[in-house]
């Protein structure tokens, strides 16, 4: 089957940095994205990496590693805007995308 | 302009009734999707428009029927649900479906509750 794992919570104060893992198995891969999604609201677009690597934007970075299925989303100079839920995605081979399990994300004060 | 709209906002309905949730994109986007979002919960897809046709539909039950009336308007019609159709319904939009980065934009959902 498909999987996509992520930790379930993870917490952090202003202005600190938080690293959300992602582990995944899936039939096909073309790359992995982000996603960030408030209580009440829509999902939104954050990064993609298709190849290994880092990719920056902003306070937010993604990286990859395609050889250990792996990837994490950085995120630096917590604000408590930040606190809301966040997903890795994949597109699998049939290219539907397969959403993670969800990081919810508390940032306190 | 980036952006997916969706109404109704919230739609609460008995088993026996018939309604329509609607969602529409003026980015010029060909592929549209359905997806249902429980509670702290991924989403989860229910159906995949490609260039007006149905793509991909993830054995989504009967009561569940969708239309694309044209490349800009993607609508899910609902008859006889069940209180566990009960979700966050959300559509997103993407240039196409195959190919390209896996960016797809997200209206703000629709709460369905099933009474």
């Known amino acids: 089957g498909q999987s996509l794992e992520q930790p379930s919570e993870v917490t952090a104060v202003e202005g600190a940095i938080v690293q959300i893992n992602c582990t995944y198995q899936?039939?096909?891969?073309?790359?992995l994205s982000w996603y960030q999604q408030h209580d009440g609201g829509a999902p939104t677009f954050l990064s993609y990496?298709?190849?290994?690597g880092l990719e920056e934007t902003g306070r937010f970075s993604s990286f990859l590693s395609r050889s250990d299925s792996y990837g994490y989303l950085l995120l630096q100079e917590l604000q408590m805007k930040d606190s809301a839920s966040y997903f890795c995605?994949?597109?699998?081979?049939?290219?539907?995308?397969?959403f993670g399990t969800g990081t919810r994300l508390q940032v306190f004060p | 302009d980036t952006e997916v709209t969706q109404t109704p906002k919230h739609l609460v309905m008995g088993m026996t009734n018939k309604k329509s949730l609607k969602c529409e994109q003026h980015?010029?986007?060909?592929?549209m999707y359905w997806y249902k979002q429980k509670a702290k919960k991924p989403p989860e897809l229910m159906f995949v428009?490609?260039?007006?046709?149905?793509?991909i539909n993830e054995s989504v039950p009967s009561r569940f029927s969708p239309e694309c009336p044209n490349s800009s308007l993607l609508n899910l019609h609902l008859h006889a649900l069940q209180p566990e159709d009960s979700a966050l319904y959300l559509c997103?939009?993407?240039?196409?479906?195959?190919?390209?980065?896996?960016?797809?934009?997200f209206g703000p959902g629709t709460r369905l509750t099933v009474l």
């Open positions: 428009y490609s260039y007006e046709k149905l793509s």
């Open positions: 899936t039939s096909g891969f073309y790359g």
């Open positions: 990496n298709a190849l290994d």
């Open positions: 980015m010029g986007h060909r592929a």
């Open positions: 997103a939009s993407s240039p196409t479906f195959t190919g390209g980065t896996d960016t797809q934009y």
């Open positions: 995605a994949v597109r699998d081979n049939t290219d539907k995308l397969i």
